[in-house]
């Protein structure tokens, strides 16, 4: 008698594919995290369809017009920054640096032809929303950023992306209330320049375009020093930042908790500043985008010299170039 074997049915591994997660900011403002089963995302560039495969893309951009909410926080969050008060200058930054393309044409109308833009957090703000090997005479074209550091513009076909939250909830959201999202690498890293000047604390941080997630965990080196007195030594450093004061006048080589001239970082605008200074390695970070930034108070117009930056993150969003 014949006897039969029961073998175990063989699947394509597709159909097993892990989920990928998504972090997704809806144009109300609204962020989502979660998994997703999407495969990939169609767009209509130079007159062409193309499917990208989600594993082929970083972050995605939507250039639609701003939502009634978008064009509120734009008109306000330009007034912000162009005001005297820091730390509603740095969230508006971070605001419409998330907001992204919408925010493009309403920023340039608001420049001025005059001598003076560095440092100033509104005229480095186009920069941070849109590269310049990333521009197009059309402002209204979406941007899709890729892992071999290109980009495409064009237009998102309409679709609807489910995502699973870790609460479990399934969020439904089509691309006309998305305005950008981001798949979740592995690894990001970054060569970064950290200018004492451009990038004092007093002025704005540099931001790595990395947001952090719980799982990540933040790899860093960095060599160099700054000068935050032109000719007197004492008040140069490297990462590490002083370990006594750099002139009598000073009864401490610290300010707000950090040595003067360290290395230091925050994951958001009002968050925990902590010391990252030449080497860092450290998990459990608060979730958030990671900036860097050099020490100082408000005597920062001597500053001199830049931090040369090499940073490695895990579990982490790629949302943008370093700028």
């Not at 990939?40 to 082929?56: E, F, P």
């Not at 310049?132 to 609807?160: C, H, K, Q, V, W």
């Amino acid at each position: 008698m014949l006897k039969r074997i029961l073998l175990p049915l063989l699947l394509p591994a597709a159909m097993f594919s892990a989920p990928t997660w998504l972090l997704i900011r809806t144009t109300d403002g609204t962020q989502v995290e979660g998994q997703s089963q999407i495969k990939s995302v169609r767009i209509t560039s130079g007159g062409r369809a193309v499917d990208l495969k989600i594993g082929q893309v970083l972050s995605i951009h939507n250039g639609a017009a701003a939502s009634e909410t978008e064009a509120g926080r734009i008109k306000s969050g330009i007034a912000a920054i162009q005001g005297q008060d820091r730390k509603a200058r740095d969230l508006a930054v971070e605001e419409l640096t998330s907001i992204g393309l919408p925010v493009m044409t309403p920023l340039i109308d608001t420049y001025k032809d005059t001598d003076q833009h560095e440092p100033r957090p509104l005229y480095r703000l186009f920069e941070r929303i849109m590269p310049s090997y990333a521009d197009d005479f059309d402002r209204g074209l979406s941007l899709i950023r890729l892992p071999n550091g290109e980009a495409m513009r064009g237009r998102l076909a309409d679709a609807t992306i489910e995502v699973k939250t870790s609460s479990g909830e399934t969020v439904k959201l089509q691309w006309a209330k998305i305005r950008t999202l981001a798949v979740r690498q592995a690894k990001v890293s970054r060569a970064m320049q950290v200018h004492s000047l451009k990038h004092s604390t007093q002025i704005e941080y540099f931001d790595t375009g990395v947001a952090l997630t719980a799982a990540s965990k933040v790899d860093s080196t960095a060599r160099g020093i700054v000068r935050l007195s032109w000719a007197t030594d004492s008040w140069a450093s490297d990462a590490n930042g002083l370990t006594k004061p750099g002139s009598p006048s000073y009864k401490s080589h610290l300010f707000e908790g950090q040595p003067f001239g360290a290395l230091v970082g925050r994951t958001a605008p009002d968050g925990e500043v902590f010391f990252v200074g030449k080497k860092f390695a450290k998990s459990g970070l608060k979730p958030g985008r990671l900036a860097l930034a050099v020490n100082d108070n408000k005597h920062w117009q001597n500053n001199l010299g830049t931090f040369f930056v090499n940073m490695t993150v895990t579990d982490a969003y790629d949302l943008g170039d370093g700028q």
